[in-house]
C-alpha cells in the first residue's frame, strides 16, 4: 500500500510517495498558498493529481489539531486554518482515507518511534522552522493533552512584560526567521536578503557579528529548555528542523545550557540536547505513522 504523505509548512509544502513501511519512493516541494484555504487545497489536490494510485493521504501542519475530528482549531503559523475542517474540504477533491497531525507531534513520533528518542521513554521534540514546533513523548506514547495542544511551546511567552503578543511569543522570537532578521539588522543588510544559508555560512567562516546573533539566539532557546527539563523532566531533547543540520547551532544551545545550570543556585536535572535523525523527512515519516494508527 503506498500513500501520500505531506507535511504542510509556513513557506513550503513537502510531499512524499510512501510504503506502508515507511519507505520514501519520490519525493517533491512547493511554495504554501500565503493567500488563504481555498488555494491551499487546491495546491494539495494537484499534489495528489501527481499519485493518483496512492490509497490515503497522511497530513502534517502547524497549529492545533483535533486528530479525531480531522479539525484544526488554530493554524499557527497559517492562520487562514483557524477553525477549519481540512479533510472534510479535502476530501471533495482527494476522495481517499485523510489524516491530519500537527507538524511537531509527527516529527516527535517518528523520533520516538525509530529516531532519535527510540531509547527513552520520556523526551520532547523541538522542531525550528518559521515558528518553533513541539512533540512530548510520555511513557514512549504521543501526549496530546486535553485540547490537543500539548507542546506547543511557539505560544510560551518569553517577553518580560509578559504580554503574549506577536512579538513576545517564543516561536516568533526564536522562529528560524528571527535569527535572520536579527542578522540582517545587525549587518544593515535588507532582511529579504538574508536566509538561514547565509547566517550560517557567516557563523561557520568566523563571522563575529553572526556568532553573536546565534549565541543570542542559542540563549534564549537554552531559557526555555531549560524551563521545559524544570517542569517535564524528559530524558531527552531532540532538535530539529532545516537549521538543527547546523552543528555549531546545537553546540551554541549545549554551551548556554551549560552556562544556566553552572549559574543556578539549585539543583536541577540537566537536559540531555541531540539532534533529530530524520530531519526534514521527519514531519512526513511521523505522518504516515499517524495514518497507519488510525486507519489499519
Known sequence: MNVLAIDIGGTAIKYAEMTNDLKILSK????TPLTGREDLIEALAKIYGEYPSVEGIAI???GIIDTKNSYCAMGGALRYNDDFY????LYEKCPVKISMENDAKCAALAEAAAGALKD????FVLIFGTMIGGGYIKDRKLHRGTHFSAGEVSYITSDRAGTPNFEGVWGNRCGTPQLCKMYA???NLPANEVDGIIVFEAVNSGDPTARECLNRFAREIAVQIFNLQTVLDPQRFAIGGGISAQPVFIEAIRENLKKLYAACPYYVPHAE???CKFQNDANLIGALQCFLAQYF
Request: charged share 25%.
Open 60 to 62: 502534517s501542519m502547524p
Open 273 to 275: 540536547i541531540v539532534t
Open 86 to 89: 481540512l479533510r472534510h474540504a
Open 185 to 187: 539588522e545587525a549587518k
Open 28 to 31: 517533491g516541494k512547493v511554495p
Open 120 to 123: 527513552v521513554n520520556d523526551g
